[in-house]
């Protein structure tokens, strides 16, 4: 049996499976967006899915730039997107 966890994501509870990739859980419930460019504000997500392209970079615990597509789910984890 897997642990089921809570996750805050911009503030919005979210229950995943513990371990999960956070980049598949914020895709899965409707967060395409992870991020947009300093310049242009262009929208930005999930690409490559393995840690080479740093284009789903989000905030996770207060630390900046974390890849989501590498990051793997805990409980009370709190998550914030570049989405407006």
């Known amino acids: 049996m897997t642990a089921r966890i809570t996750l805050l994501v911009d503030g919005r509870r979210v229950e995943s499976v513990a371990g ?35 284009e789903c970079l989000v905030t996770v615990d207060g630390r900046p730039n974390i890849r989501a597509c590498i990051t793997p789910v805990s409980d009370g984890m709190r998550i914030e997107t570049g989405r407006p």
């Open 20 to 54: 999960r990739p956070l980049g598949a859980v914020l895709h899965g419930e409707g967060n395409p967006i992870l991020r947009r460019t300093a310049k242009g504000e262009e929208p930005r997500g999930l690409f490559c899915g393995m840690g080479i392209c740093f």
